[in-house]
């Protein structure tokens, strides 16, 4: 779960709803999974904890919280869980699939990798229960493929710094 510097409701609201996601996720393939919180640089790991220790849910002692080395976390994971977060990208180009999990998109509109491409938003808790009650490891591996070349078509230019360079100084 990859976490953004928002207000305290949105991040709590955003990880409650994703860890009850993960633990119908878990219900549905009948076997454990370990949970990584990755903290945003600008939040403090105390929030989180204070939160988890709050809820009830059977999968809290799978979680854990890191606040470094995003790459490899990533690249770790069976999937990503964010909130419209630029992780999502390097995400899909790691070939790790990502879900966006965004409860305010009224006021926090969904990113443009959620809302053209093929990352699956989900909105609701009956968006969330329908998704992970459904998913399976297989979809799981169509995702990451559909996403992974998404990213590299969208994102990933040949000649990235070169282009870059002629639109700055044009």
């Not at 600008?42 to 059977?58: A, I, K, N, S, V």
């Not at 966006?100 to 959620?114: A, E, Q, W």
């Amino acid at each position: 779960i990859a976490t953004q510097s928002r207000s305290d409701l949105m991040r709590h609201k955003f990880i409650q709803q994703a860890l009850y996601g993960i633990s119908m996720f878990q219900i549905n393939i009948q076997r454990d999974v370990k949970i990584v919180i990755k903290l945003h640089p600008d939040e403090q790991e105390t929030f989180y904890r204070d939160l988890l220790r709050d809820m009830e849910l059977d999968i809290i002692d799978n979680v854990s919280i890191v606040g470094s080395n995003l790459h490899r976390h990533v690249q770790l994971s069976d999937a990503v869980l964010t909130m419209n977060s630029n992780v999502g990208i390097e995400a899909m180009v790691l070939g790790t699939p990502c879900i966006n999990i965004n409860p305010f998109s009224s006021i926090s509109p969904v990113c443009l990798y959620s809302s053209e491409g093929p990352v699956p938003v989900l909105k609701t808790p009956a968006d969330i229960e329908r998704f992970f009650s459904q998913l399976k490891i297989q979809n799981l591996e169509r995702m990451s493929e559909e996403q992974s070349e998404y990213a590299h078509a969208q994102f990933i230019k040949p000649n990235a710094a070169t282009v870059i360079a002629q639109d700055l100084c044009t």
